[in-house]
């Protein structure tokens, strides 16, 4: 897994408190996609973890629009950080 200058800014002791945060469940749901991606890439017919992968990037996309609704300042240094290229809106 990619080791990421994100989680190293949080301490242990913050991790605890602040791992309901917006930001770090998009950072657990960001990792946990490029960790299916890399095993959908080897095993092209694991259509569970394809369903999984689907999930997950719907609660990512979910947290993602809540925070781009609530905190615009936030949502922009997140999706700098996560290299996570800006959804398209309608």
């Keep these: 897994m990619v080791k ?3 989680i190293s800014v949080i301490s242990q002791e913050e991790k ?6 917006v ?5 657990s749901f960001t990792n946990k996609i490029r960790k299916l991606t890399s ?3 080897l095993h ?9 992968l689907r999930k ?3 609660k990512r996309q979910r947290l993602l629009t809540y925070l781009s609704k609530k905190n615009r300042v936030r949502y922009k240094e ?4 996560l290299d996570i ?3 398209k809106t309608h």
């Design 56 to 58: 997950i990037l719907g």
């Design 39 to 41: 095993h959908l890439e």
């Design 23 to 27: 930001e770090f469940q998009v950072f």
């Design 85 to 87: 290229r800006e959804p």
């Design 4 to 6: 990421n200058p994100f």
């Design 78 to 81: 997140l999706i700098g950080r």
């Design 44 to 52: 092209r017919k694991d259509y569970l973890s394809q369903r999984g």
């Design 16 to 21: 605890e408190e602040k791992s309901g945060s």
